[in-house]
Nanobody, 119 residues
Framework: VQLQASGGGLVQAGGSLALFCAASGSIFSINAMGWYRQAPGKQRDLVARITQGGSTNYADSVKGRFTISRDNAKNTMYLQMNSLKPEDTAVYYC??????????????WGQGTLVTVSS
């Protein structure tokens, strides 16, 4: 599975950005997809996740501001980010999950895309 992320950039606080992730390769058994982010000196954390059926979950810090969606027919995933804050500044990573046996999941990662929010 290959994941290609795009859409990052520089935006002022209060602004909006959209991130895109395109999946290719052996995608037939991909279940959930999601976005993670990693700020300098911090661990990589889940931002938002969406299952193949469309169920979503969000980090508390982005609830009400970010919206994750996916188009299974086009093998793409999106993250609409509104009301951005300086603390949203991070490298954002596209992620896909493939079941690998009972209780196990294989994670695939795209290259990061930098989001910088200026105050």
């Amino acid at each position: 599975v290959q994941l290609q992320a795009s859409g990052g950039g520089l935006v002022q606080a209060g602004g909006s950005l959209a991130l895109f992730c395109a999946a290719s390769g052996s995608i037939f058994s991909i279940n959930a997809m999601g976005w993670y982010r990693q700020a300098p000196g911090k661990q990589r954390d889940l931002v938002a996740r969406i299952t193949q059926g469309g169920s979503t979950n969000y980090a508390d810090s982005v609830k009400g501001r970010f919206t994750i969606s996916r188009d299974n027919a086009k093998n793409t995933m999106y993250l609409q980010m509104n009301s951005l804050k300086p603390e949203d500044t991070a490298v954002y990573y596209c992620n896909a999950e493939r079941p690998a046996g009972v209780g196990f999941v294989t994670h695939y990662w795209g290259q990061g895309t930098l989001v910088t929010v200026s105050s």
